[in-house]
């Protein structure tokens, strides 16, 4: 038995009503609360900060079942995927990872790093 139930991830943002329009325009996840200090989304607490310095690295992902379909609609909903230098991304920005799992990036408008996981089979 364990203590803990379903994690819960946070992101940083220094303008809520913007990252709402992200998330929920953009990503169309569900707002469950808004509050002077936080977005609430289902697993995800965007956090209102002064002020903000993207870490490198990613913070937050999800697993898809279909990676290229996923990126191609949130291309049509305004998000741009991060391509890295020596990463040998294809063309929707996919890297196939040494297992044969697929990874794109993205970032939001404070420039968190997100990431989308097709885990091979």
Known sequence: MTVLDEPIAFAASTDLARSREFYEGA????????????????????????????????????????????????????VKFTRYDGMGQDDLGVWTTPDGSKVAWFTDPDGNTLSLTQFAA
């Open 27 to 78: 990503l169309w996840l569900t707002v469950l609360a808004v509050t002077p200090f936080a977005l609430v989304l289902p697993g995800i607490r965007v956090t209102k900060v002064d002020s903000f310095t993207p870490q490198p690295f990613t913070v937050l992902g999800w697993r898809v079942d279909d990676i290229d379909s996923t990126i191609r609609t949130l291309t049509e909903r305004g």
